[in-house]
């Protein structure tokens, strides 16, 4: 599978923003998606995930209630809205498929297939 992720720009502080990751492949549906974030100079962290129904999603604690991952299947896409967004919210974000069921811990070694990055700059 490959993926492709847009959506991304500069925004000011407090405002939204959503991403999107657009997949290519029959396949896309039987896939769990994580969305990851690398700030410069920091490693890359683990944002949302989500199920490949959709009915089950987790969240980094930094980003809960303001952060919100879905997807459509239909589309091929998985989405994540933010909302709030704060200066430290500043990255690059990444989407990524996994085949393992631990996909929701977090770990981006456990990701198979990435998609390049799309960069949010939030000014305070």
């Given amino acids: 599978v490959q993926l492709q992720a847009s959506g991304g720009g500069l925004v000011q502080a407090g405002g939204s923003l959503r991403l999107s990751c657009r997949a290519s492949g029959r396949t896309f549906n039987s896939y769990p998606i994580g969305w990851f974030r690398q700030a410069p100079g920091k490693e890359r962290a683990f944002v949302a995930a989500v199920s490949w129904s959709g009915g089950n999603t987790y969240y980094a604690d930094s980003v809960k209630g303001r952060f919100t991952i879905s997807r459509d299947n239909a589309k091929n896409t998985v989405y ?45």
């Avoid at 631990?102 to 297939?113: C, E, H, K, P, T």
Wanted: hydrophobic share 25%; net charge negative.
């Fill in 80 to 124: 994540l809205q933010m909302n709030s967004l704060e200066p430290e919210d500043t990255a690059a974000y990444y989407c990524a498929a996994s085949k393992s069921a631990s996909y929701s811990r977090g770990y981006s070694s456990v990701y198979d297939y990435w998609g390049q990055g799309t960069e949010l700059t939030v000014s305070s």
